[in-house]
């Protein structure tokens, strides 16, 4: 099945927010969106496109009525955007509980350490993320989509990347995204199998990290490249090879020290360390002014587990933390994608 060829810059920006409110002007002549057969239908914005989108629009919104109409009419938008523009909708952990505690996404993060949140801002009963390789076209989608949620956000944000770049330099000027799972990988540490209500979803984290971007940057490139645990010019380990290879995390100096430090976040990070599984992160920079610059960070991942796990060792001893503080935190049930004839959530609700 195709993308949906009409959900373009022209046909969706070019008659202005008045006329993307007539759905039925972007459906004519269209043709099903392409979903992903690695498990069962899942929504894009999470491993496609690849890479990823150079903005950002993430909304986190409150549903305190029955959500299925609403997914209804989501599911409308999702099915009307094209490749390069991406609308992926997750449901809370109190949604879904409701349904079956035991559910893939039913359990909410807990605080962790260096957290200034407010509490709009942590939690939520839907997210939408809305991706595109045009800012005008993220300011559209996310203005239809609070049209058909019919409320203000709890919170939102707006992010960006390097356009064009599967790993690009973030806030910090270091290289991102290098150790992510690629390929059959992603079917074994991102889309859920079973149960079958929620096979073809995934769990996501949200987090948005501010960073104290002048304390950083002040730090002798030697000290900034310690921290990371990479070379900021190319993101080479500082274990030695190129951009992406292995990292060597028992390699030690002549005098017995490791190369990479002990509490170098790439070290406190690794999957390995942590005993957790890996998890696909789509991360964006953001930066509303003075003081608050960072990272929106987003993960995939199978078991919530894999990021809380993973959280608790940054926590414990990671430099990197030093300069970062959270200022929103949520985890979201990813739907799988609608099958044709039906609404995102039909299997979980139906």
Not at 228 to 244: I, Q, Y
Not at 275 to 295: K, T, V
Not at 312 to 320: F, G, P, T
Request: charged share 20%; hydrophobic share 40%.
């Amino acid at each position: 099945m195709r993308d949906r060829p009409e959900f373009t810059r022209r046909g969706v920006v070019a008659g202005g927010l008045l006329a993307l409110a007539s759905l039925s002007a972007c459906r004519r002549g269209s043709s099903p969106v392409a979903w992903s057969p690695v498990v069962a239908r899942t929504q894009a914005g999470v491993d496609r496109p690849d890479p990823p989108q150079a903005f950002l629009g993430l909304a986190v919104y409150d549903v305190p009525g029955d959500v299925r109409p609403l997914l209804a009419r989501l599911t409308d938008v999702v099915r009307t955007a094209t490749a390069d523009l991406t609308v992926t909708v997750g449901l809370g952990p109190r949604l879904v509980a409701a349904v079956d505690p035991a559910l893939p996404g039913a359990r909410d993060l807990p605080a962790f350490d260096r957290e200034e949140i407010t509490t709009p801002a942590r939690g939520g009963d839907l997210m939408v993320q809305v991706c595109a390789g045009d800012p005008v076209d993220v300011t559209a989608t996310t203005t239809l989509v609070a049209r058909e949620v019919g409320a203000a956000p709890r919170w939102s944000q707006r992010g960006f990347r390097q356009a064009g770049q599967r790993i690009g330099r973030n806030v910090l000027g270091f290289l991102d995204g290098i150790e992510v799972p690629r390929g059959a990988a992603v079917d074994r540490e991102v889309w859920l199998s079973a149960p079958a209500a929620v096979a073809g979803g995934t769990v996501a984290v949200v987090r948005r990290l501010r960073v104290d971007l002048a304390a950083f940057l002040a730090q002798p490139l030697d000290r900034q490249e310690a921290v990371v645990g990479r070379r900021r010019a190319d993101g080479a380990p500082l274990t030695g090879g190129g951009l992406t290879d292995h990292v060597d995390l028992a390699a030690r100096t002549p005098d017995g020290r490791y190369v990479v430090p002990v509490n170098a976040h790439v070290r406190r990070a690794n999957p390995a360390a942590t005993g957790s599984g890996a998890m696909l992160r789509r991360g964006y920079s953001y930066d509303n002014g003075p003081g608050d610059a960072g990272l929106l960070f987003i993960s995939y991942q199978r078991d919530l587990r894999t990021f809380t796990a993973t959280q608790h060792r940054l926590d414990e001893a990671d430099d990197l933390m030093a300069f970062t503080t959270a200022t929103a935190s949520a985890t979201f049930l990813v739907l799988p994608g609608p099958a044709p004839g039906e609404p995102l959530g039909h299997r979980l609700f139906g």
